[in-house]
């Protein structure tokens, strides 16, 4: 065989040799590593990573590689982050430093999404291997370390932040992101009912109120009073996806939900995944952290399945006329993404839709520009809303904070451009059907 077609010694060193005999430590501490660089990673997961490894063997390095692969991704956006997370931990420690100077500012040319993307996941995995020390590597130099702890944290000044995808934001971004949800502010916008109070500066005559005044006076003058409409505020109904794909959004999104709730009343939060809970009186606790203990508490199926079309017909079914009332709105926050294939799905949205004075859909999905209603629980969703919306950064929330205090806007304005694209995304559909 020729030299170039050689392939490469992928064996690992033996047990023997230093640093040896400590692989389940290893594979833990590797677990731990990807769980704090957000990968889904659990205790479940560690030990069937060592029985995966016991089982394949650790004589040959790709296999190794695809063994703990095959345990520790699941989605396709997982395998960047553990592709570099697996070089870095099981192969050189060294290259750990050169992992975090990879953080630092540079400036790329217009177009370079894909470098950019990398860099993003590259500091969450340096910030996690800095966090965790994992596989005995050698500890760097203070120097060295002090230089590229402050190019991390001065990577995001406020701007940076509020347009920064929760999903690729550090621990210490997290915080900060947190406490600018808890002082967000949410702008009341009243509407008018059909009920009518005393005004003097009324454009409506109150009959009755003239005749008493001019009873009262003995018929000598006839002063008019006036009375204009109440006006009230409008329950809102928020309905949060926490299934797997949308974990690290409704974390976060469970923050603002708090903020919310103790900003005005009538809000009523639901949580679904496989099944419907309803967490209002939970998030009315003062303390966030208290809140959400109780919360997690409460709720059984966090980052698991979703099953949207049951979900909303358990709310349709049973808490429908208890909350959407007095012209309620509805804030739906998926990906569309559901186990059951959006089976029942369109007919629980029409109703939803017609029982809520506005339905707004937040998405995070939507921060891809190539985003399309492909999906068969997004097509399912999308004739049945009022508003379509991002939700997946700091900038998104407030917008959403401006779009929810406007005066009330016609029924599904801005939804052409989307409904043009759902029925081009169909027709393509029929056709590749025939």
């Not at 997004?378 to 904070?401: M, N, T, Y």
Request: charged fraction near 30%.
């Amino acid at each position: 065989m020729p030299d170039d077609l050689t392939p490469p010694d992928y064996s690992l060193p033996d047990a023997g040799a230093e640093g040896g005999g400590k692989l389940i430590q290893n594979i833990m501490h590797f677990g731990r590593t990807l769980r704090a660089a957000g990968l889904p990673v659990g205790p479940g997961k560690v030990l069937d990573a060592v029985e995966a490894v016991q089982v394949a063997g650790i004589t040959n390095r790709r296999d190794f590689y695809w063994t703990l692969h095959a345990v520790f991704v699941n989605r396709r956006d997982q395998r960047e982050i553990f592709d570099q997370a697996f070089h870095v931990f099981w192969r050189n420690p060294r290259l750990l430093e050169r992992m975090l100077q990879m953080i630092l500012p540079e400036f790329r040319g217009d177009g370079d999404e894909d470098k950019e993307k990398g860099q993003e996941m590259n500091r969450r995995l340096a910030e996690a291997l800095k966090s965790e020390n994992p596989g005995g590597a050698d500890p760097q130099e203070p120097e060295e370390e002090e230089i590229e702890l402050d190019a991390a944290m001065t990577w995001s000044d406020r701007e940076l932040l509020r347009e920064m995808d929760f999903e690729k934001m550090t621990a210490e971004e997290i915080l900060r992101a947190k406490q600018v949800i808890r002082d967000m502010r949410l702008p009341i916008a009243e509407i008018k009912t059909r009920r009518f109070r005393p005004s003097p500066h009324g454009l409506r005559l109150d009959l009755r109120r003239t005749m008493s005044a001019t009873m009262r006076s003995g018929g000598d003058e006839i002063a008019l009073q006036r009375r204009k409409q109440r006006t009230r505020r409008p329950p809102l109904v928020v309905l949060c996806d926490i299934s797997g794909s949308m974990s690290r959004y409704s974390r976060m999104l469970l923050h603002f939900m708090h903020a919310i709730t103790n900003d005005r009343d009538r809000v009523h939060t639901f949580l679904f995944g496989t099944r419907l809970t309803n967490v209002t009186r939970y998030l009315k606790h003062k303390d966030v952290d208290e809140a959400l203990v109780q919360v997690g508490d409460v709720v059984n199926d966090w980052s698991g399945g979703t099953r949207i079309g049951h979900c909303l017909h358990e709310f349709n079914r049973f808490w429908g006329r208890r909350v959407l009332t007095q012209g309620a709105i509805v804030v739906l926050i998926t990906d569309g993404l559901d186990r059951e294939v959006g089976e029942g799905l369109a007919g629980e949205m029409d109703r939803l839709h017609k029982s809520c004075r506005r339905l707004i859909w937040l998405n995070p999905l939507l921060r891809y520009d190539g985003f399309a209603p492909k999906s068969q629980g997004v097509r399912a969703i999308l004739p049945h809303v009022d508003d379509f919306r991002p939700v997946h950064s700091l900038d998104s929330l407030e917008q959403l904070a401006e779009a929810i205090g406007r005066p009330s806007l016609r029924r599904r304005e801005g939804m052409d451009d989307w409904l043009a694209e759902l029925r081009r995304v169909e027709d393509e559909a029929r056709q590749d059907a025939d």
